[in-house]
């Protein structure tokens, strides 16, 4: 079914003047970009966004990384969305990420992996709505 899914490209990328290119890479793989746009996230959208790894050692940075440079927030659509977005980014740590991925390519380290992707239906609907709203989504 056609589904969506909800993308960051992160700080590490944003400030290697990477959109372009990892855009194109989610676009090859035939995800479409229904809604984008360049913010920096505020410190309680960070906190809100990962909420569900509060209290892990990495929370605090995976937060002040988050906010310490501009990010594209996008919601993608494609035939199941979800998996073909992860199967795209690659795994987590860029040095277990298959080649060809996004991570394998661009990401510095398992924190300063250059995106995000929703991992199940319940989390991209969350997400999508956390940044979005409906007149912003243009199918
Ligand atoms: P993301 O898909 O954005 O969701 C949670 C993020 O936490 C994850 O990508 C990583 O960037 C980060 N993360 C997960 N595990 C670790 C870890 N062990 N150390 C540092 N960062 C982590």
Redesign the pocket.
Known sequence: AIERTFSIIKPDATKRNLTGKITAKLEEAGLRVVASKRIRMSKEQAEGF?AE?QGKP?FAG?VNFMISEPVIVQVLESENAILLNREVMGK?NPEEADEGTIRKEFALS??E?SV?GSDSPESAAREIQFFFSDDEIVG
């Open positions: 990962y790894h990495f995976l987590t398992m924190s992996n995000h």
